[in-house]
């Protein structure tokens, strides 16, 4: 068996924890991003100018304050 000194082990341990505690954290903001691009889309209103969140609608979208709806692109 290879004799490895208690305190090399315990420095390889914390890397090794912190890698993965750094992996994990790059890999939850990465997938967040993901999320919020994918499903929340910001809506600007032409008519009233009201921003809000719509992440059910793609391309047609129903404004909460005034209640008309708008396209996309109209901005
Ligand atoms: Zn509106």
Same mark, same amino acid.
């Given at each position: 068996?290879?004799? %490895?000194? +208690?305190?090399?082990?315990?420095? @390889?341990?914390? %890397?090794? =924890?912190?890698?993965?505690? *750094?992996?994990? *954290? +790059?890999?939850?903001? #990465?997938?967040?991003? @993901? !999320?919020? &691009?994918?499903?929340?889309?910001?809506? /600007?209103?032409?008519?009233? *100018?009201?921003?809000? @969140?719509? /992440?059910? =609608? &793609?391309? +047609? =979208?129903?404004?909460?304050?005034?209640?008309?709806?708008?396209?996309? !692109?109209? #901005?």
């Amino acid at each position: 068996m290879i004799k %490895i000194p +208690i305190d090399l082990a315990a420095t @390889i341990y914390l %890397i090794i =924890s912190v890698c993965i505690l *750094f992996m994990w *954290f +790059i890999l939850e903001k #990465k997938r967040r991003y @993901i !999320e919020i &691009k994918k499903e929340d889309t910001l809506w /600007s209103c032409p008519l009233c *100018f009201y921003e809000y @969140i719509d /992440s059910k =609608s &793609k391309d +047609i =979208s129903r404004c909460p304050r005034c209640k008309t709806l708008h396209k996309k !692109e109209e #901005k």
